[in-house]
């Protein structure tokens, strides 16, 4: 295993090396674009040591494969360092999505790759699984990844969140833009300038969306808990 401060190197950024950046969000227009970024990534995170772990519905295992063997990591070790999730296992609690169970997913992902020798765990989730029958839920979706930005403080796990720009309407991606603290783009994580914080989130977006049925200083009082 490497150690946390050659991880640093995975990705050239001058804001201060992959470690810097805890949530971060990838933008794609196709699924070819989505495969290459996951090889990328992948491959250099399981090169440092990390646990690949990949929580969708749709991406396909052989062109995962795929990827990961032109980035130069075997079909064997891909398989000992990865893990695959689909998003119910995730983010859902019966019919609902559960911050407490995706909360309690991520600390167990955690658990176990630290149990098994890794040095932690970068962790990337496909977003369209919100579009894929539970559009209704785009709005606590938006909510519990704005609460995960006030919870991912440990150094070992690095989260990426896919989005396919044809999948969501402008709102919601002018939306994903201030949610997010980093971006990827061309190969280098940056930070976020369109970025709100955790507070500046809830407080624009509890406004336009809920109303009343949300009540601001809830929220905040709940974040302000954890």
């Not at 609690?93 to 932690?120: P, Q, V």
Request: proline share 2%; net charge negative; hydrophobic share 35%.
């Amino acid at each position: 295993m490497k150690s946390s401060a050659q991880t640093q190197t995975v990705i050239a950024d001058p804001a201060g090396g992959v470690q810097a950046h805890r949530h971060i969000c990838i933008l794609y227009h196709s699924e070819e674009e989505a495969y290459e970024v996951l090889g990328l990534l992948g491959s250099k995170a399981i090169h440092c040591g990390f646990c690949f772990v990949l929580v969708n519905d749709q991406f396909s295992p052989l062109e995962l494969r795929s990827s990961f063997r032109k980035h130069g990591l075997s079909v064997d070790i891909y398989r000992s360092c990865s893990k695959i999730l689909r998003t119910d296992e995730f983010y859902v609690a019966g019919d609902t999505i559960s911050y407490e169970s995706c909360r309690s997913s991520i600390e167990k992902l955690y658990d176990t790759a630290i149990e098994g020798g890794f040095s932690g765990v970068y962790r990337f989730t496909d977003m369209s699984w919100i579009v894929n029958g539970l559009s209704e839920h785009i709005q606590q979706m938006m909510l519990l990844e704005n609460m995960l930005n006030s919870q991912l403080d440990t150094a070992r796990m690095i989260n990426f969140s896919l989005f396919n720009v044809h999948r969501f309407d402008a709102t919601t991606m002018l939306d994903v833009l201030s949610l997010y603290p980093s971006v990827y783009c061309k190969g280098v994580i940056s930070p976020n300038p369109f970025y709100l914080g955790v507070n500046g989130f809830v407080e624009r977006y509890s406004d336009r969306h809920f109303g009343e049925i949300i009540q601001r200083n809830q929220l905040l009082s709940y974040i302000s808990k954890e």
